[in-house]
């Protein structure tokens, strides 16, 4: 257990549809980052959030927008799904200057 | 923005060594880390480097040299586990964010 929770581990939804994945971060950690993994890719950076406010946008759909909560608790929204945003959705956190430790993720199908 | 840049795939014999080489370009350097990724699963942390030279960590290693852009990790007694894709990532000094490399995938034979 990396001590990042992500829920659900698994999302089969329908296109058009919306979706909110959850990831709790490590106890300590301020730093939320979420990232997208389409089969045989890289991570691609989506957005980072620390300790409530957004800090720094990757290359995040429009369709796609997440906030970070007091707990620092983060959740991720996709909305109008197609079937390209089937992916692995990771979550890390972080200390400020520290390595990231990632979340087991969740794999969402859109069908 | 970063560009980051790693071979897409590395096969090698249980018992031998692989160097995995990673070249990057950034616009505000702030640490060079290395994660392991078996397939479907979480990244986790292997190595960092921040300052030029080798860090060793077992049987993996890591080195960086800032001026040029290039750092790689050292494989050393590979074992069948090992077989997995390592990511090359760079952070940034501004935000802290990493940035990927599409990663490399090391299959180890018997």
């Known amino acids: 257990d990396s001590g990042v929770t992500q829920t659900p581990k698994h999302l089969i939804t329908a296109t058009g549809q919306r979706v909110t994945l959850r990831c709790s971060p490590r106890?300590?950690?301020?730093?939320v980052y979420w990232y997208q993994q389409s089969l045989d890719q890289g991570l691609q950076f989506l957005i980072q959030?620390?300790?409530?406010?957004?800090?720094a946008k990757g290359n995040i759909l429009e369709r796609f927008s997440a906030q970070q909560f007091p707990d620092l608790h983060s959740e991720l929204n996709l909305s109008s799904l197609e079937l390209g945003d089937s992916a692995l959705y990771f979550c890390?956190?972080?200390?400020?200057?520290?390595?990231?430790?990632f979340g087991s993720g969740t794999r969402l199908t859109v069908v | 923005g970063q560009n980051i840049d790693q071979p897409t795939e590395m096969t090698a014999t249980e018992g031998a060594i692989v160097q995995i080489n990673c070249t990057y370009q950034?616009?505000?350097?702030?640490?060079l880390f290395w994660y392991q990724q078996h397939a479907g699963e979480a990244p986790t942390f292997l190595s960092y480097?921040?300052?030029?030279g080798l860090e060793e960590k077992g049987r993996f290693s890591s080195f960086l040299s800032r001026s040029k852009g290039y750092s790689y990790l050292l494989l050393k007694e590979l074992q069948m586990k090992d077989s997995a894709s390592y990511l090359c990532?760079?952070?940034?000094?501004?935000?802290?964010?990493?940035?990927f490399g599409a990663g490399t995938t090391v299959t180890v034979r018997a």
């Open positions: 106890s300590g950690d301020l730093s």
């Open positions: 480097n921040v300052l030029d």
């Open positions: 959030y620390y300790n409530g406010e957004e800090r």
């Open positions: 890390a956190s972080s200390e400020t200057q520290g390595h990231y430790t």
């Open positions: 990532a760079v952070r940034d000094r501004y935000d802290y964010k990493l940035s």
């Open positions: 950034t616009s505000g350097f702030n640490g």
